[in-house]
């Protein structure tokens, strides 16, 4: 008798993706700290968790967080995984995406493990906007892309629907669904 070969399972790395782009929350500017070190400010302290909540709301729940190594960007992360619970992944600091440009940004993104279904990456300006811009495809919603394009504000929030692989993201290839700037 010959017994059934098991294969192990693979990740489905076939269908449509999850993109969440954010932007820190207000920082503050205090005298003699660098901006890479420049803290949250009390708005942005108030107005972080929000960001977690919209996506609680949505059912929308990262698989994986990249986020830049600045002190305003890891504060923010960590108020919107404290309302993401016990569905937050543990964060990835990466230091190439603090004064990053679109392209860089692009970069680190195309670098994602296809089995990774929701990605969140949080940044700065001008890259978050400008990233925004090179990604929306034609069948973008409209009145999000126009919004995000004339003002993007701290703890503005992009997610767009990826139709096929991280790796060959690059422009013009991603729905852009919702723009939001959560706040209390």
Sequence with gaps: ???????????????EKTLIILRHAKSDWPLGVTDHDRPLGGRGTREAPEAGKWLVRQNLYPEMILCSDAVRTRQTCTWVCSELGEKAPTPYLDSRLYEAD??????????TEEQVRTLMVIGHMPWVQDLGMRLASVESDEEAVVTMAERYPTLGLQVFRIPGAWATLDGRDARMTHFTVPRP
């Design 1 to 15: 008798m010959i017994a059934d070969v098991v294969r192990p399972e693979r990740p489905d790395t076939t269908g």
């Design 102 to 111: 679109a392209a860089r940004a692009l970069a680190v993104i195309n670098e």
